[in-house]
């Protein structure tokens, strides 16, 4: 999809003065908040998610995902990350923290996102977050799951809480099913020798480690 850039030079307003551009505040927290709507339309991390592939504290991980992502950008020089290096680092940590290896071009397609939505609110252009949030909100009246954020630097101040938590409180979410068009393409990553797996339904499965 082709996405034209708005400039960011001030415009005129409507009463005949200037709009000053958004403050690096407003900015940061529009491509914040595309982050988290992004990753919420990832159905290979949803459905890692739903099934608790990353542990009782998967949805947790989810909201730490957003923010290492947006701790990512934040520490590199702008316009330095690109879609191959962000698809990258987003199968790395579907691979380390939810133990999963996305097998179609899910990845690419997410991480191209972000990167436009992120050259797009620095240029002070919102309108597609915007668009984006609406729809969200749209899904969560209907009974969709809530929108969180949470940076890095966040979660590993809370670890020792959520360590706690995790002791007493343990899993009482029941699985859903995820709706979408085709299922996405991923495999548990294995940790020991693979071997083939045999399912309640008797249906046999063999995983492997994907080839890059």
Do not use: C
Request: net charge negative.
């Amino acid at each position: 999809m082709t996405t034209s850039l708005r400039s960011s030079n001030p415009q005129p307003a409507p009463g005949g003065g200037v709009t000053l551009p958004p403050s690096p505040e407003k900015i940061q927290q529009k491509f914040d908040l595309a982050i988290a709507l992004v990753l919420s339309t990832w159905p290979a991390l949803t459905l890692a998610v739903q099934n608790s592939w990353g542990g009782p504290l998967s949805s947790e991980k989810r909201d730490w995902f957003a923010g290492a992502i947006s701790d990512l950008f934040s520490t590199q020089p702008a316009n330095s990350i690109g879609v191959e290096y962000l698809e990258e680092f987003l199968l790395q940590v579907m691979n380390d923290e939810f133990e999963v290896n996305v097998e179609d071009d899910s990845g690419a397609e997410i991480a191209s996102k972000i990167v436009g939505l992120r050259k797009l609110t620095r240029q002070g252009d919102f309108e597609m977050v915007d668009d984006m949030y609406e729809r969200w909100r749209e899904r969560v009246a209907k009974g969709g799951e809530k929108l969180r954020f949470q940076h890095a630097q966040e979660e590993e101040e809370e670890e020792d809480d959520d360590d706690a938590a995790d002791d007493s409180e343990g899993v009482e979410e029941e699985d859903e099913d995820v709706e979408m068009g085709e299922a996405p393409q991923l495999v548990k990553a294995p940790k020991e020798k693979i071997v083939p797996k045999v399912d309640e339904e008797g249906f046999t499965e063999v995983v492997g480690k994907k080839k890059r």
